[in-house]
């Protein structure tokens, strides 16, 4: 896990292709079980499609 977090990277080019709605709907899912600052579970999540 510790490799995963320092090999991380910002990417700053898109590609003009559309996120299919699984791949959307698995990132939005695993994030629902992300853990919270502080244990306050304040969290919205948005996203346009």
Do not use: H, W
């Amino acid at each position: 896990m510790l490799d995963f977090i320092k090999s991380r990277r910002s990417t700053r080019k898109f590609k003009n292709e559309a996120v299919p709605a699984e791949l959307v709907e698995q990132v939005v899912e695993a994030g629902r079980y992300a853990p919270s600052g502080g244990n306050s579970y304040n969290v919205t999540i948005c996203f346009i499609m």
